[in-house]
């Protein structure tokens, strides 16, 4: 049971264009520019705008998922309440969680880490001071607490200026880029690859696909919106299409920009992105890529701390895998610091072990990978999920779908299984064709998400269900807009 007198998170505190930036900030489209476009063009290369494309719709079809669940229950928990309120033993609910905890302790490496290669790589006299990218990567950690510890309305009001500036920038950047492209303009970009590279363009839309991860995490502050059953439904439609305005263009304006017939020397090149803006938009170009790339991580981190605070802050309510130290609430700030102070502390230590084996782009990457995996996976139980609870409670009330409920949702799991197969067996094969340390790490941290998934997460959801089923049964039913959890 929750319990009535302890603090709770600020109902009513932020609307629809807080929401939108509390998603979009978490896909930081500039920062995605600087360095998760470095994993789509090494292996989708030429076919790269097509990866992106392919990347942005299969989204689309994951965001059906919240967007359904999201008409009937406001809880931070998000696709973990969702997953567990889905079917009345509550089953899949530690399995959505704890494979979600993978995406959440690797996925913070596109901030810690991805903020520290890409300063450490404008400049080659900062580069060569040695381990000067973990002070960058402490700076980042602080200030990822800092903000979003102070309050969800100054964070997300931070986000929201920032983010449509941002927007502002990548857009107009791209097009007039396109345009002093001229006859350079192509449709090669567009077009699917054959033989071999058939496999290394679908590695490169799991690179895109994380490019997109966090559009539906509008649901982690949906006990703080105001009107959340329709304002965060109308957040993950217009967040999802600023996205792809923001990264389509761009990504077809620096891949043809670079030059298609070198497009193979891309990633492995310092900061490409601010080699192609300086290019054609010179130094100005150059200055505000930098600007709103920095700012861009600055504001993923703070949406990533406001957004797993808050899933940790729900199963603790729970008492679904965290302790109720986890789930203490700020009585001034009323945000959940302690799960912040646990997460933020997990995720650096483990990004500056990596960082200093691999360096930190290499371990932002082999880090991602196993975010991509678990990202897909958590949407993957979320969709299965939603055909459930259709099943069991929708249909009752005549409200059942077989279009979004069971159609479009069996299609997304499909589009994920068929990425997730791609990327086991494009990093198996790398290894054996070009045994190295790098792509050792590459297929075994691949080897460790499904391990994480298949072992870690189904023995969880086991532990809860024959030992623990009277906790299971009342997770994820807390709703904050009827203040009461359901079938207690």
């Known amino acids: 049971m929750v319990n009535k007198d302890a603090p709770k998170l600020k109902s009513n505190a932020v609307g629809t264009i807080q929401g939108i930036f509390q998603s979009l900030s978490y896909v930081g489209p500039a920062a995605d520019v600087a360095i998760l476009l470095l994993g789509t063009v090494e292996f989708a290369l030429v076919a790269s705008p097509l990866a992106i494309i392919v990347a942005w719709l299969a989204y689309g079809l994951f965001m059906i998922m919240p967007y359904e669940f999201s008409k009937y229950k406001s809880n931070a928990g998000s696709y973990y309440a969702y997953s567990a309120g889905s079917t009345e033993g509550g089953s899949f609910g530690p399995m959505a969680l704890f494979t979600w905890m993978g995406e959440n302790f690797t996925g913070q490496a596109f901030g810690i880490l991805g903020l520290s290669a890409f300063v450490f790589a404008i400049s080659t006299y900062i580069s060569n001071i040695p381990y000067l990218w973990i002070l960058f990567a402490a700076i980042i950690t602080l200030y990822m607490f800092i903000v979003p510890y102070l309050g969800i309305k100054i964070s997300t009001n931070y986000m929201a ?127 505000l890529l930098i600007i709103f790339t920095v700012n861009s991580y600055f504001s993923y981190a703070v949406s990533k701390t406001n957004a797993v605070s808050r899933i940790w802050y729900s199963a603790a309510r729970d008492k679904v895998i965290f302790p109720e130290y986890i789930g203490e609430i700020h009585k001034k700030y009323r945000t959940p610091g302690h799960a912040m102070i646990v997460w933020l502390a997990i995720s650096f230590i483990l990004d500056v072990i990596t960082g200093l084996f691999f360096g930190p782009v290499n371990a932002a990457l082999i880090l991602l990978t196993m975010t991509g995996v678990c990202i897909v996976a958590v949407h993957i139980i979320g969709n299965t999920s939603l055909t459930f609870f259709s099943h069991t409670v929708l249909k009752k009330s005549g409200k059942s779908s077989i279009m979004y409920h069971y159609v479009l949702p069996t299609i997304a799991s499909f589009v994920g299984f068929v990425i997730i197969y791609y990327t086991v067996l494009t990093n198996i094969q790398a290894y054996y064709a070009k045994p190295n340390t790098l792509s050792l790490a590459y297929m075994l941290v691949v080897i460790l998400s499904l391990v994480w998934i298949l072992v870690g997460a189904v023995g969880i959801t086991l532990y809860y269900k024959f030992k623990k089923p009277d906790i299971l049964k009342k997770a994820g039913n807390y709703d904050s807009e009827l203040n009461i959890e359901e079938n207690s």
């Open 161 to 287: 200026i920032t983010g449509l500036l941002e927007i502002a920038l990548l857009v107009v950047a791209s097009f007039f880029i396109i345009v002093k492209l001229g006859s350079a303009n192509t449709m090669k970009p567009f077009y699917l690859p054959a033989g071999g590279a058939l496999g290394g363009f679908f590695f490169g839309v799991i690179f895109s696909i994380v490019d997109f991860t966090g559009l539906g995490t509008v649901t982690t502050i949906s006990e703080e919106m105001k009107d959340s059953k329709k304002n965060v439904r109308k957040s993950i439609i217009i967040a999802w299409l600023l996205a792809g305005l923001a990264l389509i263009p761009a990504t077809y304006a620096l891949t043809v920009g670079w030059g298609l017939s070198s497009i193979s020397t891309f990633a492995g090149s310092p900061d490409p992105g601010l080699i192609v803006f300086f290019k054609f938009l010179g130094p100005v170009g150059f200055v």
